[in-house]
């Protein structure tokens, strides 16, 4: 076996570091009391601030231009489509060195299914693929994805967004919830009941939009804001007779559910990375504070309780980065999707990393929870991962379905 990271990864790893470094940093140093300061990065309402959004549209697009936005996308598309490996090591890489800052996370790289060359968009007619498709590539401009609703979110057959064929378009109404970016996108992959008869049978029934964001009926109502914070990225939007033309439906009429699946497991290894990167860069701050910091005469490092939970993250951390390589390695073998590998990973790692923060916080005593050393941002996103793209309960619930069929293998 070898696990050593392929060459060409470890060189984009590399590549992507000096980006950082020489792109990304300068323009944070400079702006950061806009960028960190919440009541600066918010809006009243609970949007980013338009110059946020400026610098945010400034970084992707260079990332776009030096290669880095478009590398994980859709080779269909026009992307590089590098492979859940490289993924997944990459976005280990990026939050390992850089973790929550705000100019890079989702920035440099875009969500993986939810925005950018997404393979949702595999099913666009070609002739909306030549209008839309390079200003997507080019990060000029950003997509959401619109399937959650007020009663529907683990259970997504429950969706009552309804959309009605009239001549050749479709009118669209229904209201959707926690969608990400929503309030900063220019499109919107909307999903709504086109057979309400092949819908409540759970055969089918659903389809994927293509819409525009700036459409008459389409409205942003309202910010969740999220966690701590002031503000936040995702939103509830209301469709109101939107009118869709009928060659926006991306993929077959009544089969959008197919398009949501493309791309999501990259999503969740996507997730895993940053869960086991930034577990990894907290670790490291605990380690080097328990040997500067002590107490009763000698490094807190000397005592067996702070050794104790220094040793458990390690295990922690190792555990889910080497099942998730193995995953990802399977993904990149196999014909058939590893859904059970995934659900554990994205499980285990979205659940390792909250662990790994909450000891992290604790070993750092009462500056873990100051502001400054952004421990405290990290146990926030830690404790945000474990709902979207599938809660740990779902995941937990696909292991267990999959080894009551029968598949017990673990190799
Ligand atoms: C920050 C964030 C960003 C998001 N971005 C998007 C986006 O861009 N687009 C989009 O469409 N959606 C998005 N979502 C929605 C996300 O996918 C849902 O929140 C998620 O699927 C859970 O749905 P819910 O919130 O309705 O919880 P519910 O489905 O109501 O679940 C409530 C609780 O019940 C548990 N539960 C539900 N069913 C079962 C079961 N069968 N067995 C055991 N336990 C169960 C859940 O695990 C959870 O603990 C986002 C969510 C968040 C928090």
């Known amino acids: 076996m070898d696990f050593t990271i392929p060459e060409d990864t470890q060189e984009i790893i590399n590549a992507l570091k000096q980006f950082i470094e020489k792109v990304v940093i300068p323009l944070e140093e400079e702006n950061h009391d806009l960028l960190y300061n919440e009541r600066n990065y918010y809006l009243e309402d609970g949007r980013r601030h338009p110059k946020v959004e400026e610098l945010r549209k400034i970084v992707r697009m260079e990332s776009a231009k030096a290669g880095f936005y478009t590398m994980l996308g859709d080779k269909e598309l026009g992307g590089e489509q590098l492979g859940p490996i490289t993924a997944l090591l990459v976005a280990e890489a990026i939050n390992k060195f850089y973790p929550n800052r705000k100019l890079i996370d989702q920035v440099i790289i875009p969500s993986p299914f939810t925005n950018g060359l997404t393979p949702v968009l595999r099913g666009l007619k070609p002739s909306l693929k030549e209008k839309y498709l390079p200003k997507i590539a080019s990060a000029e401009e950003t997509l959401c994805f619109g399937l959650t609703e007020p009663d529907a979110g683990s259970d997504v057959w429950g969706i009552r967004t309804k959309a009605v064929r009239d001549g050749d378009e479709w009118v669209i109404n229904g209201t959707k919830q926690w969608i990400s970016n929503a309030p900063y996108a220019n499109y919107c992959m909307l ?125 922690d951390i190792y555990a889910a980065r080497n099942m998730a390589l193995h995953c990802a390695w399977k993904i990149e ?27 992290a916080i604790q070993i750092h005593g009462g500056m873990g929870l100051s ?32 080894l009551l069929k029968g598949d017990l293998t673990f190799s």
């Open 371 to 402: 502001n400054e050393l952004e421990l405290e941002a990290g146990y926030r996103m830690a404790r945000l991962m474990r709902i979207p793209d599938g809660t740990s309960e779902i995941h937990r619930r696909t292991v267990a379905r999959s």
């Open 191 to 315: 999903f709504a009941i086109t057979n309400p008869e092949l819908h409540a049978q759970r055969k089918g029934g659903i389809s994927c939009f293509f819409v525009e964001t700036k459409s008459e009926g389409f409205t942003v109502d309202s910010v969740i804001a999220t966690m701590g914070s002031l503000g936040g990225d995702a939103a509830i939007i209301t469709i109101d007779n939107l009118r869709v033309p009928h060659e926006n439906v991306i993929g077959e009429v009544d089969h959008g559910f197919t398009k949501a699946i493309h791309g999501i497991n990259n999503g969740r290894l996507g997730m895993s990375g940053k869960c086991i990167g930034s577990a990894q860069w907290a670790l490291k701050k605990a380690v080097e504070y328990a040997q500067i910091r002590k107490t009763f005469g000698k490094p807190i490092a000397e005592h067996q309780m702070i050794q104790n939970m220094i040793a458990e993250c390690a295990m």
């Open 333 to 359: 073998n196999s014909k058939k999707t590893p859904a059970k590998e995934i659900s554990m990973v994205k499980a285990y790692c979205t659940e390792m990393v909250g662990r790994v923060y909450d000891k």
